[in-house]
Structure formats: structure tokens, C-alpha cells
């Protein structure tokens, strides 16, 4: 009889113990895909960090674009200033006549010094001035240090345009990278 007593508990032992093997079973399961879940952020957050690196290169790049096109700005307002100085000091000129006619030649007195134009008058004057740099209109003589100047205007805007389009493009290439996750 002792046997049998012996041998119910140990069925019994041997019962519980598999129900903690069933039971350990699905934990260790459970921790299994937590880890590969774990893995999974971590490879993602590799990536983010690489993009993340990328965009602070594209940064500091358009930072660089931005000195660049600071100083361009800074050159073109002193070449406007130059310009305005020389306007300002220039006669006014005759609207162009439709038909071209030979002038005649006649000798002038020299010109007086002129004031300084109404708001009016400058911004007229500076309206001629962009139709003659845009093509538009056909200067009535051509005076030779003021093609230097307008040589330099449109050097000026050329690379005032250029380094715009090349900041835009670091933006877009940025925001790109920005919400590329």
C-alpha cells in the first residue's frame, strides 16, 4: 500500500511539473518575440540615425549655401548703392525716340548739377534702368563707365539667381530628408 501512495504522489509531482514546463514554455516565447521586437526598433533606430546624420550634413551644406549667397546679397546692395549714386548724379534721359534719325550734332553747354530727384523722378529713373538691363529698351548713347555697371548689375543678378536656385534645392533635398521616416 505504500507503494501505491508513493506512486500517486509522484504522479501528481510529475503533473505539476509539466504544467510549469507548459507555463515556462509560453514565457520564454513571449520574451523570444519581445527580443526580435527589440532587435527590430533597434534597426530602425539605426536608421533614423542615419538619416538624421544625413540631414545635419544637408544642413551644415545649406548653411554654407547661405554664407555664400549672404555675401552675394551683401556685394549686390553695394553695387545697387553704386548704381543709385550714379543715377542720382546722371541728367535725366529723353524717352528714346520710335524711329532711329541722325542726330545732328551740336555742341551743348556743359550740364549743371542736378539736385537730387524727387521719389517720382528715381523711381522712373530706375525703371529705365531695369528695361535697359532686361533688353527691353535700347540706351539713347551708351556711356562707357556705366556698361561697367550694368555689366556688373547682371553679373550680380546672374549669381543672385543661381544661388537661389541652389538654396531651394538644398531645402527641398532637406525636407525630403526630413520627412522621408
Request: hydrophobic share 50%.
Amino acid at each position: 500500500m505504500t507503494g501505491m501512495i508513493l506512486d500517486g504522489v509522484l504522479m501528481l509531482l510529475l503533473v505539476a511539473a509539466l504544467g510549469y514546463g507548459v507555463r515556462l514554455e509560453r514565457k520564454l516565447t513571449a520574451l523570444r518575440e519581445g527580443q526580435q521586437a527589440f532587435a527590430s526598433a533597434v534597426t530602425d533606430l539605426n536608421a533614423a540615425a542615419g538619416r538624421a546624420e544625413a540631414a545635419l550634413a544637408s544642413l551644415r551644406a545649406s548653411g554654407q549655401e547661405t554664407d555664400l549667397l549672404h555675401d552675394r546679397i551683401i556685394k549686390a546692395r553695394e553695387v545697387k548703392a553704386q548704381l543709385e549714386a550714379l543715377i542720382a548724379r546722371g541728367p535725366v534721359a529723353a524717352p528714346a525716340p520710335a524711329a532711329v534719325v541722325e542726330p545732328v550734332r551740336v555742341a551743348a553747354p556743359a550740364p549743371a548739377p542736378v539736385a537730387p530727384p524727387a521719389d517720382d523722378e528715381r523711381a522712373q529713373r530706375m525703371a529705365a534702368l531695369a528695361e535697359r538691363i532686361q533688353g527691353m529698351a535700347i540706351p539713347a548713347k551708351p556711356r562707357a563707365a556705366g556698361e561697367s555697371n550694368v555689366a556688373a548689375i547682371l553679373g550680380a543678378m546672374a549669381a543672385n539667381q543661381s544661388a537661389k536656385q541652389s538654396l531651394n534645392r538644398a531645402r527641398r533635398s532637406l525636407d525630403e530628408d526630413l520627412f522621408a521616416a
